[in-house]
């Protein structure tokens, strides 16, 4: 079948230390995003990739980095820059970048802080 | 910046009754989406609409988009145990690079009592 993969379901972060959490879509989307949800607010963007190899950052960069390798896979890196990253993270993808175009959504990654 | 308010934030139903989840924004929408989260989950896309006066619906969810396009409605005909869940609106909002950002409603959180 056909979706997005988030692994892993659960992370900790040490402090200092910079976690990868994995994203992967079978869907042929040309498109991808991450989301970071948290408590009482909305979802947030923090980066999307309309293409391979291009990416943007969204509302919240600030702290995270990204790749786009590969077409399928769009991996979000938060580093020790980010003061708090206690939250649910949520990847998603749509056909092409652009309006009404449905983004469908990973299972999400939680990150805790130890 | 375009923001979404959905009423009620929360709703607990009895099994078997009719309720109505609203999203309103504070521009005119052009594209909106529903969306069923189950917590500690991903989102699972229900459906868009486009124009004003728009009514699609799915087994027993039905959801509208009204005239002037600012508010939509989501309504749920004899709620189940399986409705539960938060469900969210999301908007389009176009920047001036073309992009399609989607602007989430907090969400709104249905209990269903059996």
């Known amino acids: 079948d056909g979706g997005i993969t988030q692994s892993p379901k659960y992370l900790f972060r040490k402090e200092g230390q910079n976690v990868t959490l994995s994203c992967e879509q079978n869907?042929?989307?040309?498109?991808m995003y991450w989301y970071r949800q948290d408590p009482g607010q909305g979802l947030r963007l923090i980066y999307y990739?309309?293409?391979?190899?291009?990416?943007q950052k969204g509302d919240i960069a600030e702290g995270y980095s990204v790749s786009r390798e590969k077409k399928e896979s769009f991996p979000l890196t938060v580093t020790s820059a980010q003061k708090n990253p206690t939250a649910f993270y949520l990847c998603?993808?749509?056909?092409?970048?652009?309006?009404?175009?449905?983004?469908?959504f990973g299972d999400g990654t939680r990150l805790s802080i130890l | 910046s375009q923001e979404l308010e959905q009423s009620p934030q929360s709703l607990i139903v009895q099994e078997g009754k009719n309720l109505t989840i609203n999203c309103t924004s504070s521009k005119t929408l052009y594209g909106l989406y529903w969306y069923k989260q189950k917590y500690g989950e991903g989102l699972i896309f229900l459906m868009m609409l486009q124009k004003g006066g728009e009514e699609k619906s799915h087994e027993k969810i039905t959801a509208k988009l009204d005239e002037k396009k600012q508010q939509s409605s989501l309504h749920i005909t004899a709620s189940q145990p399986s409705h539960a869940g938060i469900y969210l609106c999301?908007?389009?909002?176009?920047?001036?690079?073309?992009?399609?950002?989607?602007?989430f409603g907090i969400g709104t959180k249905l209990q269903v009592i059996p």
């Open positions: 999301g908007a389009d909002t176009m920047n001036s690079g073309g992009y399609q950002k989607v602007t």
């Open positions: 990739s309309q293409i391979v190899n291009d990416f």
């Open positions: 869907l042929n989307h040309d498109a």
């Open positions: 998603a993808s749509s056909m092409f970048g652009g309006s009404n175009q449905p983004q469908h």
